[in-house]
């Protein structure tokens, strides 16, 4: 069942990882809270907004039960038909752990609804949404269960404009900007969800007050350091999987500037947040988006001297963002902390990234 559920659900969620990223950078880039709020509100009080809801939910139920329709017929995928082993009621409860899986974006939703409802007065108005979800659930069962008891197996082929071949830039940025979306899409999900809802937070709270810069430094930072698990990646793919990267003979300065890069449009999008809700000025955003860079940039070349696990180096993590938070908090200015970290890892990269393997360039 769980080899079932990750090459399903999580194969989803890893193809269609862009498609999200631009739906959750366009909620919680472009809609504030209380535009969040007023949708929400008008789906429960408008006559027809569960309505509308219902049919919005059932659009996306069709999307995955075509992505699992044309999945479960490819060669590879022909292992889904041993379920037709189990029991009806056992492909019952596992199929609607599968369809759970599916649609948790819409189960998230649901209870963002009825923590409104329950604020405003409206929680008689809830009532449909356990049918909807039924509804739905049951949806993507018959589908699965329509697949196994009909085999069609295919050999994975390349169509449509994948045959008009585009140039693709010989850039070391853009091939692991595109290993990132192709290859750990799940983890870019992860990963800039959970910034873009420390952001908002921090942000949120930061405008309901007269608070100085302390305030959303460490919040950012805090929001900022949620991305380790995208440079923890990128040192994957530099180290592990493009292997002969390290014979190529690049200066040691201009591998640590085009990480410096990367990793500056990583953490791009988040910044951008604060534009948006217009707490802070574009100086401040600079600042605190430097920091940002400083500390990722730090953890990043810490990476080459552990050189193990990523569990490894969440304690250093932890220690790190206790130590920034108390530096920030006797009013050490951004831009410094920011510098020093910058500096540091450029003095100590050369060191730390020819440790393990030795002098390549």
């Not at 408008?46 to 059932?58: C, H, K, N, V």
């Not at 379920?83 to 209870?111: D, E, H, M």
């Not at 990367?262 to 430097?290: K, M, N, W």
């Not at 400083?294 to 130590?323: A, R």
Request: proline share 4%.
């Amino acid at each position: 069942m769980k080899a079932l559920f990750i090459a399903t659900v999580s194969e989803f969620f890893k193809q269609r990882a862009g498609m999200f990223f631009v739906v959750i950078a366009v909620l919680f880039g472009f809609l504030s809270g209380r535009e969040h709020h007023a949708f929400a509100s008008f789906f429960l009080t408008d006559r027809f907004g569960m309505m509308y809801l219902f049919l919005i939910w059932l659009a996306y139920t069709i999307f995955c039960i075509h992505f699992l329709l044309n999945l479960w017929k490819r060669q590879d995928y022909h292992f889904v038909f041993q379920t037709r082993l189990w029991i009806f009621k056992t492909r019952l409860g596992r199929f609607s752990l599968i369809a759970s899986g599916f649609l948790q974006p819409l189960v998230l939703y649901g209870i963002y609804m009825i923590v409104v409802a329950y604020q405003d007065g409206f929680l008689n108005r809830v009532w449909p949404l356990p049918l909807y979800y039924t509804m739905l659930i049951l949806s993507i069962i018959l589908a699965a269960e329509w697949r196994i008891n009909n085999p069609r197996l295919v050999v994975n082929k390349k169509q449509g404009i994948s045959h008009w071949q585009l140039p693709r830039p010989v850039s070391w940025i853009y091939w692991s900007i595109e290993w990132l979306f192709r290859e750990k899409g799940v983890t870019l999900l992860i990963c800039k969800t959970g910034t873009a809802i420390v952001f908002i937070c921090t942000l949120i709270y930061y405008g309901t007050d007269d608070y100085d810069l302390r305030l959303p430094a460490v919040g950012l930072s805090l929001g900022y350091l949620l991305n380790v698990g995208l440079s923890y990646e990128l040192y994957q793919w530099e180290s592990v999987i493009w292997m002969w990267n390290r014979s190529l003979p690049v200066p040691i300065s201009q591998r640590f500037l085009r990480a410096v890069f990367i990793h500056a449009l990583i953490i791009l999008p988040e910044t951008l947040i604060c534009l948006r809700y217009d707490v802070l000025s574009f100086g401040d955003a600079v600042q605190l988006y430097s920091l940002g860079l400083g500390i990722i940039m730090l953890y990043h070349t810490y990476l080459y001297k552990k050189n193990g696990l990523l569990e490894d180096s969440m304690q250093p993590v932890l220690t790190g963002f206790v130590i920034l938070t108390l530096i920030i908090l006797y009013k050490i200015p951004v831009l410094v902390i920011a510098a020093s970290c910058i500096l540091f890892s450029y003095c100590i990269f050369p060191k730390w990234y020819l440790t393990p393997r030795g002098n390549y360039t």
